[in-house]
């Protein structure tokens, strides 16, 4: 089975809005297996599927994850779990997502707001409403979106649901950062703060602290300080892609402001990360980060051995922009220390 992390599938959504967040990190899930029903071998079995395919996910084993999933899917459906279909059709979009199939997404998305809107299960249709305006979203189709967010939202609201109201702030704040409006964006990302702490919900507290990181891009005191409180919730859950966000958007500020060091610590850290879930790409992010700053420490030594590293990791990528990119960088360091 080969690693989707390890293909340039995973770099197809983050192109899609440059300097915006990926729509995979808009997406929300529902982690809970479902429970409100009568047990029965097909269930079980679509519960084991279920849980197969998170596990899957969280190793970037995607596309196994995907075929574990739609086996989850078609043993709801033969046992009429329709709540099990609802949960397994937001795992399938976002997965569809990161591995780009966005027509496929949308068509998961949509069905999951269908079913839940069927059901009456006003939870998870704000999950689903989320969802599905993040990636119309991400496709231009701001004003339905927007229609969709705010829908989430009353209804998080009217059903007291914390989670679902922040979750549906951060949408409205990304959508409103997406338009140029940072000061609307911050209130939302203030707004949906407050609710993530009233739930107690960590991860998605880390989220919205990465997003007040981003929305505070020209106040490097506040910027870092919500990244350093994400990036502490993000390692004591394990939540990885919270945890490189805030990685990134704390170097990024602490290399502009010349504080070479601490951003080196934090770029090893990251580059940890991407070697223990194998995902070349982002390995070959961290190597380049390193060795572009302790090019800037004159570090020439290790400035080498990285980018060396980073080539070995390009060519094994097929990524030949990436490739030449390091070797004229590593051809200059050659001409200086002459």
Known sequence: ?????????????????????AIAADLTQQFRAPATRTRSAARDDADRFLQLGKT????????????????????????GDREGET???????????????????EDSFRRQLAISRDRQDQQAQIYALNNLGS?????????????LFQQALTLAQQTRSHTGEALSQNSLGRLAMQSGDRAKALKHYQA??????????????????????????????????????????????????NQLRAIDGMTAILSRQNRIQPAIDLVNERLDLTQEQENSREILTSLRS?????????????AQQRYQDAIAIARSLNDLQQEQFLLTQLALIGRKSR
């Open 135 to 147: 990636l119309l979203a991400h496709q231009g189709s701001v004003s339905t979106a927007a229609e």
């Open 56 to 79: 899957q996910e969280l190793d970037e084993f995607l596309e196994d994850a995907v075929q574990s999933w739609q086996q989850a899917l078609q043993r709801y459906q033969d046992s």
């Open 192 to 241: 949906a703060l407050s609710a993530s702490r009233l739930s107690d919900d960590t991860r998605v507290e880390a989220t919205t602290l990465n997003n007040l990181g981003d929305g505070y891009r020209q106040n490097d005191a506040e910027a870092l300080k919500a990244y350093e409180l994400a990036v502490r919730l993000a390692r004591l859950n394990r939540d990885r892609p």
């Open 290 to 302: 390193l060795a572009q700053l302790h090019q800037r420490l004159g570090n020439s030594v290790e």
């Open 1 to 21: 089975m080969a690693r989707t992390g390890c293909r340039s599938a995973l770099g197809l959504v983050a192109a899609l809005l440059l300097g915006a967040p």
């Open 87 to 105: 949960l397994v059709y937001g795992y399938l979009g976002s997965a569809y997502v990161r591995l780009g199939q966005l027509s496929a997404a």
